[in-house]
């Protein structure tokens, strides 16, 4: 059984960072296409970055600001935020295994942690 656990959410103020982290347990590829997705209250779940064999892809809204990485020896997705503001407030949440691999697409991942929130005030 697959799981991943999400982490390092907080608050923090416009213009700051963060790094999330997603620890995956259970089988997975190593070719596995990972993501992280974001959905703010009223909204749509969100695409925001993944990443396959070292290939990563970003949205728009957050392209140069956020790096999505991932240490395969220790099992872990990562999302570095930088620059932050406040439409970036949101719940983050990883998912993997796509056959797809783009950024968007929610109902094509098979695997999705429980989400960190993050929380932008300006």
């Known amino acids: 059984q697959v799981q991943l656990v ?37 909204k749509e779940r969100e695409g925001v970055a993944t990443i396959l064999a070292g290939v990563s892809s970003y949205s728009n809204s957050v392209e140069g600001r956020f790096t999505i990485s991932q240490d395969s020896a220790k099992n872990t997705l990562y999302l570095q935020m930088n620059r932050l503001n406040a439409e970036d407030t949101a719940m983050y949440y990883c998912a993997a295994e796509s056959l797809f691999c783009v950024v968007g697409r929610a109902t094509s991942y098979l695997y999705w942690g429980q989400g960190t929130q993050v929380t932008v005030s300006s």
């Open 6 to 42: 999400e982490s390092g959410g907080g608050s923090v103020q416009a213009g700051g960072s963060l790094t999330l982290s997603c620890v995956v347990s259970g089988y997975m590829s190593r070719r596995s296409c990972m993501a992280w997705f974001r959905q703010a209250p009223g």
